[in-house]
């Protein structure tokens, strides 16, 4: 055996080689079969940023180590994704990354500066910036660290739950890019859209280019699903969500579906969480998605009679729910899933996991998910 126990990437022996391929059996395939639209005996969950600064494991492994050093480590990822695994029965594991590992692909310079988040020292100003960016970038080169992380983890799990990857939207971070961090309004990066169409639209496709290929990479690493995170569709009127951000999102879906064909590679789910995009669901529902994830800002019923049940909805509880006590996190947890229902439904949070929240509280929202989805299961 490679692993001298489950679930610790630095106990595998230092010369043994992991591949893509001979990938151990998967034990609990629920996420994936809600995801597919298959009928479940419970409401799997897993919680976007779980493996986060809220557990004290992460603060002791990531202790004094360079954020973005720490990404391109497939082993500190591997281990960093494993540890809400070891805590939670999740029925889902995402890979340890950050969605900004893309513009650095492009020659973009990020660093995490505490305190303050990611920042760009030399953030896109003028259209003629467009041209310090790579133009071609070997996604193998670039972030072949990912994909090793992919594989290590893939076979550190051993099958206990599918593993998902993950990439920022084009907009999203175009919107990082231009604003040079976080930004409440994102005017710098949306002025480029009204006074910069056309060049907005040329930033917009290359990075629509390298996540095709990025997100290609990550499944023939061992990827069993995909999300794509568009942050900052709040940040756009319906009007400039069609222009700028819908097409890029219906041609990721069709190429990356395409190409994973073309490769025979497996057709895995992929996931849309177009955050405050409350005025497109219907056009997402059609976008080529399996699952729409969902902020907590939408009733579930809403959500269901709008996306007319033809895909799977993942979400929604509000993520400061969490700070309620246990009791009131299971009666929130219940009323969630009778809006939902308990099929074609992931349960996660409307956004990531706080680094204040409390662990045994994270526990506890997974076990009410569990029970009472058990409770209130519903034929499909």
Known sequence: MPLRHWGNCFQFSPEVKFWPQDFPALKNDTFLRAARGEETEYTPVWCMRQAGRYLPEFRETRA??????????????????????????????????????VPQALGMEVVMVPGKGPTFPEPLKEVEDLLKLRQKVDVSEELGYVFQAITLTRHSLEGRVPLIGFSGAPWTLMSYMIEGGGSNTMAKAKRWLYRHPEASHRLLQLLRDVIVEYL????????????????????????????????????????VKK????????????IVFAK?????????????????????????????????????LQGNLDPCALYAPKEKIGELVKRMLEGFGTQRYIANLGHGLYPDMSPEHVGAFVEAVHTHSRHLRTPA
């Open 216 to 255: 290609v990479g990550q499944v023939a690493a061992g990827a069993q699903a995909l999300q794509l995170f568009e942050s900052h569709a709040g940040h756009l009127g319906p009007e400039q969500f069609r222009e700028f951000a819908l097409p890029h999102l219906r041609d990721i879906a069709k190429h």
């Open 259 to 270: 190409k994973l064909q073309a490769e025979a590679l497996p057709l895995v789910p992929m």
């Open 64 to 101: 004094a180590q360079d954020f973005f050093a720490t990404c391109r480590s497939p082993k500190m990822c591997c281990e960093l994704t494993l540890q809400p695994l070891r805590r939670f029965p999740l029925d889902a594991a995402i890979i340890f990354s950050d969605i900004l590992v």
């Open 276 to 312: 405050d995009a409350h005025y497109a669901l219907e056009e997402l529902a059609q976008a080529g998605y399996e699952v729409i994830g969902l902020d907590w800002t939408i009733q579930p019923q809403a959500a269901r009679e709008r996306t007319g049940h033809r895909v799977t």
